[in-house]
């Protein structure tokens, strides 16, 4: 399979929009907004991948290895440079809770529950390794998509006994630890139903002569875009009516305005980037490209090495001097992205190049 560069665009806004969300200083309606989508953006379009790769024809255990390579592996080296890094910045500054706060972090990394955003690479380990497994179990997409629901449902009503029970013994540091795992576990059906959803669609689109997801006619285009802002205007209703949620602690309000905000966000976004595909040699979209490629390594970078603390910290002193306002909000928000990515490149870069050494390393 070709490179299908929309799905990059794709995960390039949505990485873009996990930065946004971090920033200490957007307005809460923007961070609504967001929220419900931007982490169900990246299972959809996982579930989107499997379909086009047809990842569930492969050898179930070479999948779990390659994915373990890929996803786990990094996990565990990524959350132990992030501690070292914290116990550093610790020392240097005295800030946010020392020793404690260390323990926290590695009981979490134990536990799969995942420290900071580190939670997400379980997360999609384990709901993609169970969706393809109920692909190759049950192949037929209506018996797929019960399943599925099945799984969602029992995972969300769970998690509501659960976090009643945190309520009363969250203080016993043995359920702690237990609620840490029950989390981790809890949330892979709830992330496999939005990959499901990537599956399932990618499949259906699969099915229409010229229009699919790895078919770009010119008519489609203006459809495209038609269809992605309409979704999109969706998600805005729906995600205010809902209020601020979060995948990664499992805080949904409304289970059916969450999920409807959150599939047409997510795909209101698929739609535009499908229909600038063409586009792709662009600059701008070369850009967006880029990060999309390499947003494994934003996501885990951007809180936890500290690129985002340093922006913002730079955002705040090139706006000083500006009165307080929407102009200078705007300007910090704008400076603090800009900061941020830059910084990010240089680590992607770093960081690539260190792996391409390691493999010549290891391949003599």
Not at 121 to 134: H, Q, R, V, Y
Request: a positive charge; charged letters at 15%; glycine letters at 6%.
């Amino acid at each position: 399979m070709g490179r299908i560069h929309y799905i990059d665009f794709a995960k390039g806004i949505g990485i873009i929009l996990v930065i946004l969300a971090h920033i200490s200083y957007i307005s809460d309606n923007t961070r609504i907004f967001v929220v419900s989508f931007h982490m169900p953006l990246f299972f959809i379009l996982s579930g989107m991948l499997i379909f086009l790769r047809k990842e569930s024809e492969r050898s179930l255990r070479d999948t779990a290895i390659n994915k373990f390579r890929r996803m786990m592996i990094p996990y565990f080296v990524y959350s132990v440079v992030g501690i070292l890094i914290y116990i550093v910045y610790y020392l240097l500054t005295g800030r946010d809770g020392g020793f404690p706060t260390v323990l926290s972090d590695i009981v979490q990394t134990l536990t799969l529950y995942g420290f900071s955003v580190m939670w997400f690479l379980p997360a999609i380990f384990g709901a993609e390794l169970l969706l393809i497994a109920l692909i190759r179990k049950f192949r037929t997409l209506p018996k797929i998509l019960a399943i599925v629901v099945i799984l969602t449902v029992v995972s969300l009503i769970l998690n509501k006994y659960l976090e009643a029970a945190n309520a009363l013994y969250g203080l016993n540091t043995l359920f702690s630890v237990f609620h840490l795992l029950a989390v981790a576990i809890l949330r892979v059906p709830v992330c496999m139903s939005f990959a499901a959803a990537g599956f399932f669609i990618a499949a259906q689109w699969s099915r229409f002569q010229n229009i699919g997801p790895d078919k770009f006619p010119p008519l489609a285009i203006p459809a495209d875009i038609f269809i992605g802002i309409d979704l999109i205007a969706l998600d805005l209703v729906f995600s205010h009516i809902n209020g601020i949620t979060d995948l990664h602690f499992m805080i949904f309000n409304n289970v059916f305005f969450y999920y409807v905000a959150a599939l047409s966000g997510s795909f209101g976004v698929i739609f535009i980037c499908k229909a600038l595909e063409k586009l792709y040699m662009a600059p701008p979209l070369r850009l967006l490209s880029y990060f999309g490629v390499n947003s494994l390594i934003i996501m885990v970078t951007h809180l936890n090495f500290y690129v985002l603390l340093v922006a913002e910290i730079g955002g705040m002193h090139f706006t000083k001097m500006l009165e307080e306002g929407i102009l200078k909000h705007t300007v910090f928000i704008i400076l603090v992205m800009v900061f941020t990515l830059i910084g990010e490149i240089v680590l992607i870069e770093a960081i690539n190049r260190g792996r391409t050494l390691v493999r010549k390393h290891v391949s003599f």
